[in-house]
């Protein structure tokens, strides 16, 4: 592994590469068709925060989301990655929210127009701690959830994933180059909702990670 990622990798992770409708009954849930190949999309380094840190509600967004997701993290520069060796190149992993402002995604859907502010927006991408891949059998086998001021909104195996992460650092590797530290989020199961100021969002793997942040 190139770097250290034992304590905070934020400064390591240049990039955040996102997948979206990952998973069939999100996709569902929010009317949109079954992706035939990964869907991808950026959130920019001053997106990543981390404990201790507020989530900020962009200004004029009415209906901010949380989205539960497992995190990827690179451990070696990657271009190019057949899929039976994809996995060498992960140094850990980690959950994350992928906070999306859904009215200005809407909004640009209309349009045909870009998402990166519905996504990209500082503090858009509350991350936990970093979970060495050692620490993780099968990263197809483990458990997210996701708590809002108490009460459970998303829980789900991530056995239920449209396309796997060795076909997705195969994909991404295609068309863009991942480094030490980038971080790529494997998409969001059901459950999203909208989050107000003041909200407490508990977030994690069940029994190896737990993260709690606060919106502003
Ligand atoms: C509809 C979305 O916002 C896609 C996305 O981010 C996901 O996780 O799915
Ligand atoms: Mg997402």
Redesign the pocket.
Known sequence: MEGDMSQSFRSLASKIV?I???YKD?ALE?G?AIPKKPMLFLKSSNAFVEEGQPILIPPGCQNLHQ?V?LGVVIGKKAKNVAKNEALSYVSGYTVAL?M?ARDF?DEAKKAGAPWFLAKSFDTSCPVGTFIPKEKINDPHDEELYCIINGQEKQRCRTNVMIFDIPTIIEYITQFVTLEPGDLVLT??PAGVSRVNSGDVIEFGLSGKLQAKFHVQ
């Open positions: 996102c979206g409708r990952n999100h929010l949109n989205e997701e992928d999306t995604q998409g969001t």
